[in-house]
């Protein structure tokens, strides 16, 4: 597999890396109108958007909880579970649409899912909860930590889904850790993340002959790879620093776009990290021969990497992404 890292155009000095006041002004510019379902103004919610967070919610659940359901969705912040992500596994047995749960417990957990996306982002999320299991009845949630007494997380997992509420619990990570999405439809064009692949394949087109030899790699790594490498890591496929200012805006671009079905003080968050870690110049893309349907090279797997940032996005068979944001603890 290629990997580069990168050269002196890519430079950690502070007056090579993006200014980060003009990443986020970039990438919050292009998102815009994709990310603007941020107000909660959708009439479930009693108070402003700064008094009823996902985190608020997830204080109300846990107060609603009894001692039996505490003592099996209530685990330590420290368990060894947090840290686990796959594309398909149930972090605690109880699944939602069981009497385990009341249903105002259960109107909580759809409101904590809301908190923590976009308007766009919540409409996607019930689909694909819908269309893969039945709907949010076949998944699955737990605490980690208390929320109010230290450190909380909020987890709910199922199948093509690993999200994370935390209130910035997780030290210098973005939405809390890991995150898993995807959508079991087998048809490339008709999978509900295939605007994804269509705006990285933007991105290619835009590449010269050279620089797509740099960006294509033969195999793909293991999709659930996506440990932070730090700034001393190899990265596979072409640098963005080594593009010019129109590819680069490309790529903001793409962002902008994966970034929409999440909540802005997320999207915050990752820009900020993004930018901590030498900007959108320090991050790679790769295209992977493996797996493109119909040898068609519009890549159906595709990866974005850089020194506290992994996108890894698997279109074949079906729609597995894997991401993980945040820096190098140390």
Known sequence: MKSHSCDQTCSTDPSAAVDRRFFLKAVAGVSAAAISGQ???????????????????????????????????????????RSRINANWHVTKPQIGEDFFTAAQRDIIRRILQGITSEEGYDRLKKQMDEDSGGIEYFSVALFGEPGNGKFEFELTGRHLTLRADGNSVDRAAFGGPIVYGHGEED????????????????????NADQAQN?????????????????????????????????????RDTLAVLLAPYRKTDVDEVMQIVAES???????????????????????????????????????PHVHAYINIGHVKG
Not at 56 to 72: A, E, I
Not at 222 to 235: L, R, T
Not at 309 to 315: C, I, N, S, Y
């Open 188 to 207: 490339a064009k008709k999978n509900m993340y295939y605007y994804q692949t269509e705006q990285t394949d933007k991105v290619f087109k835009s590449l």
């Open 39 to 81: 107000s909660f103004a959708s009439g479930l919610f009693a108070g402003s958007a700064l008094e009823q967070t996902a985190e608020t919610f997830v204080g109300d659940f846990f107060k609603s909880l009894s001692s039996d359901q505490k003592s099996v969705l209530c685990l330590p912040f420290e368990h060894e579970l």
């Open 215 to 251: 960006a294509v790699v033969s195999t793909a790594p293991v999709e659930n790879a996506v440990a932070i490498q730090g700034e001393k890591g190899m990265f596979p496929g072409i640098c963005v620093g080594n593009l010019a200012t129109e590819q680069q805006q490309l790529v």
């Open 278 to 316: 030498g900007g959108v110049e320090k991050l790679h893309m790769a295209f992977y021969q493996q797996d493109d349907l119909n040898n068609d090279k519009q890549w159906d797997i595709w990866r974005v990497e850089g020194p506290s940032f992994v996108w890894h996005f698997r279109g074949a």
